[in-house]
């Protein structure tokens, strides 16, 4: 029955954590953070992995707008080690947007996975809670996006998931119904509960071992997972 496979993008098929971690490590060597401020960047990136993690959170909720988030998300996580400067946290929010879509590593898996799926003539979409100035080249720069037949960004209509107004909105995109359609993501709330209350069934990419189950939602460790069932 299924003829259309939603993905999710950020930690599902495109690396959001290696590659930023990559993008700040840069970062803070050109801004000379652990000699001007004799701090770790081991110590500073799982910190800013947290509070970032927190507001993306915040984000879906709709508890915040993405404008809070760049303000924020750098700023707190060097206030947290007593550097109060918000024209630092800008510098480094401002490029880690343009420096990040310079590392494009896949989760592994991904390319993998995309071509069985293609061979198979299923039409592949992307759903994306991130930042549409991003999404669409972080496909591109990648090389996964001529897989898609559709790349949908939350921002499209200031919506995310697991609101069911954004699933309303890629479903229609991509000319696809509810009971063809299967979604697949790394974040249980927006991608599978969000799918399932929706009405479509969900695979969980389970990269944290919550453990999180719910029917007519299946859990994955690997992508290559994917196969038994698709």
């Known amino acids: 029955m299924i003829q259309h496979i939603f993905f999710d993008l950020d930690n599902t098929l495109w690396d959001h954590r290696r590659n930023a971690e990559l993008t700040l490590q840069q970062l803070f060597e050109r801004e000379e953070i652990q000699k001007k401020y004799h701090l770790g960047f081991e110590e500073f990136h799982a910190e ?31 206030l947290f080690f007593g550097i109060d400067d918000f024209e630092l946290a800008q510098r480094f929010e401002n490029n880690f947007l343009d420096e990040i879509l310079h590392f494009n590593e896949l989760v592994e898996g991904a390319e993998d996975l995309l071509d069985y ?78 799918a399932l209350s929706f009405g479509i069934p969900a695979i969980f990419f389970d990269v944290f071992n919550d453990q999180y189950q719910a029917e007519n939602a299946k859990t994955i460790r690997h992508l290559s997972e994917i196969k038994q069932w698709l």
């Open 48 to 78: 800013y992995f947290t509070i970032n993690e927190n507001l993306w959170a915040q984000i879906r909720d709709g508890k915040i707008d993405k404008d809070y988030l760049r303000k924020h998300r750098f700023y707190d996580s060097f």
């Open 117 to 194: 799926l293609s061979s198979k003539s299923y039409h592949l979409h992307i759903l994306s809670n991130g930042f549409k100035e991003v999404t669409d080249r972080k496909c591109e720069l990648s090389g996964i996006k001529h897989y898609f037949k559709t790349i949908t960004s939350a921002d499209e209509i200031n919506i995310r998931k697991p609101h069911p107004e954004i699933y309303t909105y890629a479903l229609a995109k991509a000319d696809a119904g509810k009971e063809h359609s299967i979604m697949i993501g790394d974040d249980w709330i927006a991608d599978v509960e969000g």
